[in-house]
């Protein structure tokens, strides 16, 4: 293996959006900017990932990884233009090659710009080590591109958190915009890997909702994207049974909602105590996911008002009667079940407190009835935040198995 060079880090500042002023503008996907940050050697990615791995084994890197920062354009769920910012991370290869790409989405972390994220500070705030969680990937010869959801970016602006058309369009856009990376020549060409058209979309936990959005969206938004399986940590699928099980996501589903869909259809005095509302909007902006888990109840009967907790709790129809336009919202953000026919990898944990195995079970036996080859890994002894370091031999042998061009595993029909 060649030994590192990376450019100085000012030079690439300004080469390198230069470069990207050549693309056709306002395109989806289309690179608005890069910036090269750094690069690791092997034996550095190995450190940087140790905390993450701690207690799953540190996974050696084969290849030494560039980081960059790029700009793209995206298109917002109400179709406006959109600028989403990104990590894309290059393994270094000697000779020419072709890799999959990989696009990944994170979990919650909030919904305000200080809680995105690509913006993470894990020793502050531990919402992932995404960084760490990239650089893995990355360091086993895979091109990833973790870009952040819509909304981040803007001081002004909430996430669009559990949105089907926002997640999906930005992961599809992410795809491009890999491609793009390369086509248009802003990559440091130490390297000689080239994207394939083998592509991944995985996530954890809102990640996994975000990677089958793409899937949902894909014929109609973006159908020359390629997309080769969907890997989902722990995922969340459907936001309703999210809103039964751990109740203290909701505030923000419901805020985000009511600020897309307008507060005439999505008023949040319909669904919260009044005591939560005094305060929503500050509170929105103010809490990142460590600190919501501690200020909001995490049962539904302490938050919701007693007609909606009723109704949420006791089924589907009677929520689609007595809260229809909520039951409309929460159907349609559903991610997952338009039929996509995409393999899917679903890894959850046994001690998962966020997602139980009875919901993930659920929706495997769904995903099976509509013509998706799935595996459906439980792993012993994993909690919710377990399971990107608990699966990730599994995703590995998993997206090599397919890049070879071999059968999916599939457990379908799923007793």
Known sequence: MKTL?????????????????AESAAQPGSIISVMHEKGYLPHVLRQQTATLFENFGVPDADYAVDRYWIRFHSTDFDGSEAVVRAQLYVPRFDQPTERPLLV????????????????????????GWYVANMLAYAGKGYIVIFPEYLGFGDP????????????????????RAGYNFFQHGYHNRASAVRPSQTVFAAGYSQGGHAAHAAADLRPDYAPEVPLSGLIGFGQTNCVATLMREMAYYAPYIIYTYAEMYGYDEIDPADYLQPKWLATLQQD???????????????DGKDLYTEAFHRA???????????????AARLEENMAGLSGHGIPTLVLHG???IIVSTAA????????????????????????????????????????????RGEAPPDDCPLE
């Open 5 to 21: 060079l990376i450019l100085p880090l000012l030079l690439l500042q300004l080469l390198l959006p230069a470069f990207a002023a």
């Open 104 to 127: 990944f989405g994170a979990g919650t972390t909030g919904i305000a710009e200080r809680c995105a994220p690509i913006l993470e500070v894990p020793e502050r705030n531990r919402w």
């Open 312 to 326: 949420l709790t006791d089924g589907e129809q009677r929520l689609a009667v007595e809260f229809p336009a909520m």
């Open 284 to 298: 929105m902006f103010r809490f990142c996911v460590e600190e919501f888990q501690h200020y909001y109840p995490r």
């Open 350 to 352: 046994e001690d998962d």
């Open 156 to 175: 002004d602006t909430p996430q669009r958190y559990f949105s089907k058309v926002a997640e999906g369009r930005v992961m599809l856009d992410a795809i």
């Open 360 to 403: 993930q079970t659920r929706f495997v036996q769904q995903l099976c009835g509509r013509d998706s080859a799935v595996q459906f890994v439980i792993m012993p002894g994993a909690r919710h935040s377990d399971t990107r370091p608990a699966g990730f031999k599994y995703s590995l042998e998993w997206m090599e198995l397919l890049t």
